[in-house]
């Protein structure tokens, strides 16, 4: 597990969940609200730089081809999701079994004394009744958050809130293909600086982790799905804020070069997860890099895990 990260919590038995109904779509031929169409082609995936975990499998460099697809400008927001659950009554993971993992940091200190902590990243709690709407658990709310990213959602959850949207979970090369903006090789959308002329780009953490965030880049939790500069395909916060869910299965085993539209491993037991978020920092996790790649437990949600859509072109 890394230290950004939630930890794994498979939920036990009983999900209840099922798909909603679809929403009315647009006309056909029409532009999805929200997408942006990319005509795809062949890029380099992955990364070969020297300070990369080799565990987390971003290497070998390896050319893909993607057919064209629409992605996401921005990832799912409080305010798209809560129409999503107006419109179906769905109830996510978080909601039927009864919490989810928030940063201590900022939760009130009587619900920091005595929450359950993992022994390996005492800085998550588990909190009681967090769930999306109350993000910090019984008494918080989104409705100054309206335009941040949902978060406390599950694979599921995500997958449903797509299904319903008429769209889909994007597969992790279309992620990287899109993070990238065009740019071949570079290590974030931007390109190989972290903060080029002093300017932040992305909402990751500054100063000392877990004790002590600065928020020079401006946020100490999620920023607004649409904050800093987009990169070259108009696409907001590809680095940092939220990790995003894909929809392939996890793997550290490649295909070779020449590949087109690969999709992931057939099943598995851990879902990637890509971007980086707020909670990120190069002293102990650099995988804000376009390349960067993580894993969790598909019924595992937190406070800085969400999503984009993707649609087939």
């Known amino acids: ?37 990319l005509d795809g082609g062949t890029f380099r995936m992955g990364s070969a730089d020297a300070d990369v975990n080799r565990a987390d499998g971003e290497g070998p460099v390896r050319e893909v081809t993607l057919s064209p697809f629409w992605i996401g400008r921005h990832t799912v927001t409080n305010a798209e999701f809560a129409e999503f659950v107006e419109a179906t009554g769905y109830r996510t993971g978080a909601e039927q079994f009864g919490w989810s993992y928030v940063f201590a940091a900022f939760l009130p200190s009587h619900l920091r004394r005595g929450a359950q902590r993992p022994d390996a990243a005492p800085w998550w709690c588990r909190v009681d009744g967090a769930y999306w709407a109350a993000p910090e658990g019984d008494g918080s709310n989104v409705d100054e958050r309206m335009d941040h990213p949902v978060v406390h959602v599950d694979h599921g959850d995500a997958a449903a809130y797509c299904a319903w949207a ?74 940092g804020n939220v990790w995003e869910w894909c929809a392939d299965w996890w793997t550290t085993e490649h295909p070779a070069s020449g590949v087109r539209d690969p999709q992931g491993p057939d099943g598995g037991e851990m879902r990637v997860m890509r971007g980086g978020s707020y909670l990120c920092h190069h002293s102990y996790c650099n995988r804000y890099r376009v390349a960067a790649r993580t894993n969790n437990d598909p019924s595992s949600c937190s406070g800085n895990i969400g999503f984009r859509c993707a649609k087939d072109a």
């Open 166 to 239: 008429g769209l889909r979970l994007p597969t992790e090369a279309e992620w990287e293909y899109a993070a990238r903006g065009g740019l071949e090789g570079k290590r974030y959308p931007w390109g190989d600086e972290l903060t080029p002329d002093g300017d932040h780009r992305c909402n990751i953490w500054q100063g000392k982790f877990p004790v002590r965030n600065t928020a020079d880049d401006g946020y100490r939790g999620t920023a607004p799905a649409e904050s800093f500069e987009p990169n070259g395909f108009g696409l907001y916060c590809v680095a």
């Open 1 to 37: 597990m890394h230290a950004c990260c939630a930890p794994s919590a498979p939920r036990p038995a009983g999900d209840t969940r099922s798909a909603p109904a679809t929403k009315a779509s647009s006309a056909a031929g029409s532009t999805p609200d929200g997408l942006v169409r």
